[in-house]
Structure formats: C-alpha cells, structure tokens
Nanobody, 125 residues
Framework: QVQLMESGGGSVQAGGSLRLSCTAS????????VGWFRQAPGKEREAIAS???????AYADSMEGRFTISKDKAKNALYLQIHNLKPEDTAMYYC???????????????????RGQGTQVTVAS
C-alpha cells in the first residue's frame, strides 16, 4: 500500500503558476504508476498526466503544454507544475498511484488504486 498527501493548492489570479506537491509514504519507483487528475464541481473527472513505473511520462491531450509532471525519488515526491492558469482550471486536484509492477497500466489516473485527499486550486479571472 501507499499513502499520498497533496499540498500546494490555493487561490491565484489567471495567468499565474502553481506547483502542486504530493508526498508518498514509500518509494514508488519500479512498483507504482503515479499521476494526477482533477475534478470540478458538477463536472467529470479529468486525467492530467502520469508517470509509469519505469519513469515514462504521459499527458492527456488537452493538458499538454501548460502542465508538467515530475518526480523526486529522494523525497518520495510527485509534482504538478501548472503555468498560465485559467479560471477553468479551478478544481480539486488529486495525486494517485496504481501498482503496476509490469511498468505500465492501461487505467486512466482517476481510476488508480490509491488517491490522496486532494488540494483545491481556485483561479480568479
């Protein structure tokens, strides 16, 4: 099992940037695929990005360009950098993990096994 805890959300003006952080209770390299998704009130969950167990990154088509996912193995940390924030980015952002010892998973991040409690991002116009 792995526990996840997000931080770094907040209220920002449109055009600003944020870096969301997620601390895992254990090293996720080679065992877990990790990622981020978001959900706004009344809307469907949206996959953002993921890193497979071997370190490869993938982004949802609509998230390429302004979102950057990264890991810090030494800190058991996962990050999501968001640039040029827009009001439509307002949502709860979740860090997730899926055991994928074969290196990959076909699941979308919002269906991963483990999820943090979320961190709220609010973007004012």
């Amino acid at each position: 099992q792995v526990q996840l805890m997000e931080s770094g959300g907040g209220s920002v003006q449109a055009g600003g940037s944020l870096r969301l952080s997620c601390t895992a209770s254990r090293d996720t390299d080679n065992v877990y695929c990790v990622g981020w998704f978001r959900q706004a009130p009344g809307k469907e969950r949206e996959a953002i990005a993921s890193i497979d167990a071997d370190g490869g990154t993938a982004y949802a088509d609509s998230m390429e360009g302004r979102f950057t996912i990264s890991k810090d193995k030494a800190k058991n940390a996962l990050y999501l950098q968001i640039h040029n924030l827009k009001p439509e980015d307002t949502a709860m952002y979740y860090c997730v993990a899926e055991e994928c010892r074969g290196g990959l998973t076909s699941k979308e991040p919002y269906d991963y096994q483990y999820r943090g409690q979320g961190t709220q991002v609010t973007v004012a116009s």
